[in-house]
């Protein structure tokens, strides 16, 4: 593969797979030149025949990373769930929710990347990661690279992160409650006590510049009457998922 000898290069990998030697790095870079070489459709199918013949995990979570999207994401959630102590695959999974990967990413992505990556690390500990690897390379760039986004990502973890912030000011009418937010929304909706249901605040006449939809009014009004009461809130992020209450 490295003298450029593509051919000779499929044809090793192929045999290779044949051994079923369950290390993520060489399926990942065949993989790659498979869908140089044939396409994303090409290197599924491909994946697929030697899944089905093969009992390596690491073959089978290659696979799957071959699919699009959301169907990528379903199936590497029910591989998790069926192998929840196959550290690669959260490292992988942790891809999914990247900012690489999404252009932009709400709290639940950046929680979502953190928790995997978390996880994917402490694998680190007593060797844990070294069996999934020939070339111990690729290793080192996926905990470089896993140590520098959970860097980057700070607290995200932190429960308090999420929580958003009410702000009173007396009017004529009674009490203006202006909501802060932890990340732009598309909508935001409250509701007095603990049951009922909630009501929406509507969009103001503007648009907002990071969602490129209209912007949710952030306060509504109490009458002067209200009694001492919780207030709960919740909200759509860009991607149209409810936060909360």
């Known amino acids: 593969e490295l003298s450029g000898d593509m051919l000779n290069a499929r044809r090793s990998y192929l045999a290779f797979a044949g051994f079923d030697v ?3 790095d060489p399926y990942t870079r065949f993989a790659t030149l498979l869908r140089v070489q044939d396409g994303k459709a090409g290197a599924r199918e491909v994946f697929g025949a ?15 990373m071959q699919f699009d999207d959301a169907q990528r994401l379903d199936k590497l959630s029910a591989f998790i ?19 690489d990967r999404l252009g932009s990413q709400t709290l639940a992505d950046k929680r979502s990347e953190a928790q995997s990556l978390t996880k994917f690390v402490s694998y680190e500990k007593d060797g ?15 905990l470089d690279r896993s140590r520098s986004r959970l860097a980057a990502l700070g607290d995200v973890l932190d429960p308090a992160r999420l929580v958003p912030s009410l702000t009173p000011m007396r009017s004529n009418q ?13 909508a ?11 009501t929406d605040t509507g969009p103001l ?22 009694a001492a009461t ?12 409810e936060t909360g209450p």
């Not at 919780?230 to 149209?240: E, Q």
């Open 22 to 24: 369950d290390a993520i």
């Open 50 to 64: 030697l899944a089905d013949k093969g009992k390596a995990l690491s073959i089978k979570l290659v696979h799957i």
């Open 81 to 99: 769930s069926a192998n929840p102590d196959f550290a690669p695959a959260y490292y992988l999974e942790a891809q999914e929710f990247s900012e």
């Open 128 to 142: 844990g990661l070294l069996k999934y690897f020939v070339d111990q390379t690729q290793l080192a760039d996926w």
């Open 174 to 186: 009674g009490w203006s409650m202006t909501i802060s937010l932890p990340e732009p929304a598309t």
């Open 188 to 198: 935001i909706s409250w509701r007095l006590g603990d049951t009922g249901p909630f």
């Open 205 to 226: 006449a503007l648009n907002d510049q990071r969602t490129g939809k209209p912007m949710p009014n952030p306060s509504f009004e109490l009458p002067d009457s209200t």
């Open 230 to 241: 919780t207030i709960a809130i919740k909200y759509l992020d860009i991607r149209g998922r």
